[in-house]
């Protein structure tokens, strides 16, 4: 890390915004970005769902993926561990534990969200990705990870099942639950 970015990181780490708002460093600087009830909503309907449907599993999100790299590391919106690898006190994982990844898509994160972090959570391994977009009321499953990109892509209007494969299992997630912007 350069020096620029390691003062950002510490600016980052003790600014305090509303849940309400995400903080995005961009070119231009940092932009404070709304965040849609359709987004919490859903992103809290994803997490009852795994609640339910994954005994012994604990949903995670606004978490950390680690190792950082090129500078980059993705904050997913959900994922789950197992219950015996969740420690309460971290809000960084390493991206060897998180099974599926989850990034509910808001106006500012649309591209990013599409174009930019499959290649990140494909060259991290994670078996899964989910999009899912409140702004189209459709989702896209992106699975087998190989080579920097997902080979397998799924993709469907909200109102159909979603069958995410977690660890030798399947979670499957109604999107009839999620709300549409």
Known sequence: ???AEDWVA???ETLRVPRSVRLR?????LTVVPVTQAHLTTQMRIFGQIDARMPGWQPIGEFGVLPAREGY???PDISALPEDQWNPRSSEFH???LPFVVE??????KNRDYSTEPEHYALRGIPAYLIVDVLAASWTLLTQPENGAYQ???SGPFGKEIDIPVAERTLTLDS???MRV
């Open 152 to 154: 397998c892509s799924r």
């Open 176 to 178: 009839s639950q999620f």
């Open 10 to 12: 510490g600016v980052l």
């Open 1 to 3: 890390m350069t020096i």
């Open 104 to 109: 509910v898509v808001s106006p500012e994160s």
């Open 73 to 75: 590391m993705p904050e």
């Open 95 to 97: 991206e060897g534990l």
């Open 25 to 29: 460093l961009t070119r231009n600087g």
